[in-house]
């Protein structure tokens, strides 16, 4: 099937002026003018006149939990709640329209955006909920709040390290609810897996209505059971979308070919989460001056893990948000170097997640021995700058956060993603906030996020042909009404003064600062496969 798109903006470093595109069978075949597409219009099976709108390639989500994306989208969503009353009033009305035995999971809450400043208790839960096991997962997904129900029917949980009597859960008691919650879908059988299918057939659902065509899924035993991996590739493989599964799980590479996982990385964790304070610190918290966080792993067996995924040629990876945890990352990446030479650690590509605190040390041993930073830009855009949590809890210490400049400049891959249900899917979201982070030093520009954000996660994935829309490239797109102009974004003034003149020949995006409309999707195709249409956008 031949599609050729005409009258608009082609986003593509092939041609910076093409107004005009066409796809065969899943393939980009041509790019050009709108003369030149003259050629291309009687043979086509679809012409369409794009009115000025814009084509880029799809985005990639680099970071996704899909079955939990999807169940935040269809259960109890606690985003943007203001107060921890709010929150409550929330749980109350979901658990209305439920059975008294029903078991309630709901997520993202966060108590640095409320006025109590503390978390909900086991007792208040109780009340909201009439009883029920209730298990709610802080925003970051490394601490949650159960009821008195639920605390009772996970053995042990009382004993276990990181309970707390008010009914808080981390490390391990946060675990243990993960993994009872599991069990209990496990024993369900077909029932618990046709719920899990449909929640990751809506998250995949909107990932396609936000023009993402790929994603990353983020498997590991605290997030889930393994079998959840066939049923995100079924969901993806349903609508059309193109799924990259790991699992973080160190020796178990019988996985690779059980589930078609290509990496043992992911949510590795080295360490926690900043807003659960669990993330490993060099230096002690500055809301909790007597605590630095916990480190999971140690040099040694981040090498361990690291060897024994080099030597089958397997992507390696960690959750490694602290700068202590960094340090150790980096650490057991020059003893692996040691055992199995830089080189084949090049080849492999292995990953990292979030790397929120590196030092520029850590920076250069993971440029060296080229491994890809997956971050996460909403991070900085939701909780950077002077006044929000990041700088509640480790103080000016926030300003060497998320440090994509710092990490772009030393040559480390980046690819973007959203962690989802931690951040919302929202690919441009994510692009104006790499472009405009709360440190100014840290900027890159609009282009090379939306790099980082497209063709940064296929490199992340060992994948080099795909991420642009350039001939015999697979037409993996999407189309979007802009309501702004299309501009060279930089964050320095001087340089988007001239590079937005039409002769310096780099491709235009829209612009993204402070106040303007991020793009609204209307197409997403992926190897030509149309797998998001907004209705009537064509006609």
């Not at 595109?21 to 043979?43: E, H, K, M, Q, R």
């Not at 909201?128 to 949980?157: E, N, Q, T």
């Not at 993806?236 to 178990?252: F, K, M, R």
């Not at 996020?449 to 350039?470: M, N, S």
Request: hydrophobic share 40%; aromatic share 6%.
């Amino acid at each position: 099937m031949r599609t050729l798109l005409t009258n608009g903006s082609v986003y593509s470093p092939a041609d910076p002026h093409a107004t005009a595109i066409a796809f065969d069978d899943g393939v980009v075949t041509w790019l050009g003018d709108d003369t030149s597409a003259t050629s291309y219009a009687d043979g086509a099976d679809e012409v369409i006149d794009l009115d000025g709108k814009l084509v880029t390639p799809a985005f990639v989500d680099a970071h996704v939990h899909t079955i939990g994306t999807g169940l935040l989208l269809n259960g109890l969503d606690l985003t943007g709640t203001r107060t921890l009353t709010e929150a409550l009033d929330r749980l109350a009305a979901h658990a209305a329209d439920l059975p008294a035995d029903a078991v309630i999971e709901g997520s993202n809450w966060d108590e640095t955006r409320w006025p109590e400043h503390r978390p909900p208790t086991a007792a208040e839960l109780d009340r909201a909920a009439g009883g029920r096991p209730v298990y709610l997962s802080r925003v970051d997904g490394h601490s949650g709040v159960v009821s008195s129900a639920l605390i009772a029917a996970v053995p042990g949980l009382t004993s276990r390290e990181g309970y707390a009597e008010t009914g808080r859960v981390e490390r391990a008691a946060n675990h243990a609810v993960r993994d009872a919650l599991s069990d209990d879908l496990a024993a369900a059988g077909s029932a618990a897996q046709t719920r899990a299918l449909e929640n990751a057939r809506t998250a995949v659902r909107a990932m396609a209505s936000r023009g993402i065509g790929a994603f990353h899924e983020m498997a590991a035993p605290h997030i889930g059971p393994r079998w959840e991996l066939s049923v995100v590739r079924q969901a993806a493989e349903e609508l059309g979308l193109h799924s990259t599964l790991y699992w973080g799980e160190p020796g178990v590479f019988e996985v690779l070919d059980e589930y078609g996982v290509i990496g043992l990385a992911g949510d590795l964790n080295a360490d926690g989460a900043l807003g659960s304070r669990t993330a490993a610190l060099r230096e002690a918290y500055a809301d909790q001056t007597d605590h630095r966080g916990h480190a999971y792993l140690t040099p040694e067996q981040i090498a361990e893990h690291v060897i024994a995924c080099t030597e089958r040629d397997v992507q390696a990876g960690f959750h490694c948000i602290g700068d202590q945890a960094l340090d150790n990352i980096a650490r057991g990446f020059e003893l692996a170097a040691e055992k199995v030479g830089a080189q084949a650690l090049v080849a492999v590509r292995h990953r990292l997640e979030h790397v929120e605190m590196p030092s520029p040390e850590a920076i250069a041993t993971f440029a060296r021995y080229g491994v890809a930073a997956s971050v996460q830009p909403m991070f900085d855009g939701l909780w950077g700058g002077p006044n929000d949590m990041y700088a509640e809890r480790v103080g000016d210490r926030w300003q060497a956060m998320n440090p994509f400049a710092s990490l772009a400049r030393a040559g480390v891959v980046l690819a973007f993603g959203s962690d989802a249900p931690v951040t919302e899917l929202g690919p441009w979201e994510a692009v104006r906030a790499a472009a405009f982070h709360h440190n100014p030093d840290e900027r890159i520009t609009v282009r090379a996020a939306f790099q980082a954000h497209t063709r940064g996660g296929w490199r992340a994935a060992g994948i080099d042909d795909a991420g642009v829309l350039a001939p015999n490239m697979p037409a993996t797109y999407a189309i979007w009404q802009s309501e702004a102009d299309l501009v060279v974004q930089t964050p320095d003034q001087r340089v988007a003064a001239w590079s937005t003149d039409p002769r310096a020949g780099v491709p235009v995006l829209p612009d993204l600062s402070e106040g303007s409309p991020v793009p609204t999707c209307l197409r997403t195709a992926v190897g030509g496969r149309i797998v998001y249409d907004s209705e009537g956008w064509s006609q």
